[in-house]
Nanobody
Framework: QRQLVESGGDWVQPGESLRLSCTASGFRLTYYAIGWFRQVPGKEREGVSCIGISDRDTGYADAVQGRFTISRDKAKNTIFLQMNSLKPDDTAVYFC????????????WGQGTQVTVSS
């Protein structure tokens, strides 16, 4: 029952902030690379950010560089995505997954968490 569950999405106005959580159950995510992805209706899922086994190994899509920060809380067995200066284009369902997808379990996409940015 290895699983990742996303939470923290909400409706916010442009310029505001949100922090998404990706909590692991059934395994310790300390030693795994994790990615955040997002998807809007009619579009393909895209990578947003990733964090490696070392917390210093992080990456960001150009669209979120400088605004989003990925981090790991070992005690909470959780990966966070701090999203600042949110834009309407950030509106999407956000997912977390082992990085890269297609490897060991859990390898299924969950329900994600909805982020809506609008005035």
């Amino acid at each position: 029952q290895r699983q990742l569950v996303e939470s923290g999405g909400d409706w916010v106005q442009p310029g505001e902030s949100l922090r998404l959580s990706c909590t692991a159950s059934g395994f310790r995510l300390t030693y795994y690379a994790i990615g955040w992805f997002r998807q809007v209706p009619g579009k393909e899922r895209e990578g947003v950010s990733c964090i490696g086994i070392s917390d210093r190994d992080t990456g960001y899509a150009d669209a979120v560089q400088g605004r989003f920060t990925i981090s790991r809380d070992k005690a909470k067995n959780t990966i966070f995505l701090q999203m600042n200066s949110l834009k309407p284009d950030d509106t999407a369902v956000y997912f977390c997954h082992l990085d890269p997808p297609g490897g060991i379990e859990p390898d299924s996409w969950g329900q994600g968490t909805q982020v809506t940015v609008s005035s």
